[in-house]
């Protein structure tokens, strides 16, 4: 009956902790990922082509490109802090450019696509596609120009 009793307790107890950490796996899982069709329904249009099929803006003057108001930008997907203004700088290249990131907001991925080599950079909370990453940024600070959709990220003024 004893050697019963502690089979059962082991077993009741395994599968407790199992289901502890099938929450715990399903809690992480749903802080930032969603499946394709919940982002559709969050997201404009423009905002999931650019954002989760790695679209790209049409280069231009307009949205934040020429935006040089103080605060931060956030991740337009997830709203993760990832760029401050006091890093924004006028590349001219006819996107948001900046010369560094938040500490941390952002993942960096090796993309050969269109003949290119560049490299992808994506909020690392969300998966979002921002821009890319490019050596030419200014001198003076990092040599970083982090070259970032508009529809990718949204301002939020100090
Ligand atoms: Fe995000």
New binding site residues.
């Given amino acids: 009956m004893k050697g019963l009793t502690f089979i059962l307790i082991a077993v009741i107890s395994y599968s407790c902790s199992t289901k502890a950490q099938e929450i715990k796996n399903k809690s992480t899982k749903n802080k930032m990922t969603k499946t394709e069709a919940e982002w559709k329904e969050i997201l404009t249009p423009q905002e999931y082509y650019v954002l989760r099929q790695k679209g790209t803006d049409r280069p231009s003057d307009g949205g934040y490109t020429n935006h040089f108001e103080k605060g931060t930008y956030v ?1 337009a ?2 709203g ?1 802090q990832l760029f401050k203004s006091n890093s924004k700088y006028k590349s001219h290249c006819g996107w948001p450019s900046f010369d560094d990131a938040i500490d941390g907001s952002i993942a960096f991925t090796p993309d050969n696509s269109h003949g290119m080599i560049r490299t992808e950079i994506t ?1 690392k ?2 998966g ?1 596609h921002l821009g890319h990453i490019f050596d030419d940024g200014p001198r003076k600070t990092t040599g970083k120009r982090y070259c970032v959709n508009t529809t990718s990220i949204k301002f939020v003024k100090q």
């Fill in positions: 991740c997907a997830c993760t909020c909370a969300c979002g």
